[in-house]
């Protein structure tokens, strides 16, 4: 369907710029020709999140698969993903999977 492909470009435009902090929804609107609030009012409609909590999940899920992996240490992969921040990462986290990233790490910090 139109909005599987709109997700999926979505998806692919988040996954080539995870590790980047500065890449959020104003990027994320340019990327697919939308304006901020266009791109809020059609994801809004396809998934019930704001683009903000949609990108903020995709790049906790990342960082989940990484930490079960044993890909690094937490705050490497905070950063891997996109967050600029170990502390905030591991707040958010928690909120998401209710463990902290050490939790679910392979690997020793």
Known sequence: ???????????????????????????????????????????????????????RKYRLERAKQLLEKGAGRVSDIAFQVGFSSPSYFTKCYVEAFGQTPKETSKSED
Do not use: C, W, Y
């Open 1 to 55: 369907s139109m909005e599987q492909q709109f997700l999926e470009k979505l998806i692919e435009d988040i996954e080539k710029n995870i590790g980047d902090e500065n890449f959020g929804v104003e990027q994320l609107a340019q990327t697919v020709h939308l304006s901020r609030s266009q791109l809020h009012r059609k994801m809004i409609s396809i998934t019930d999140q704001s683009p903000s909590l949609f990108l």
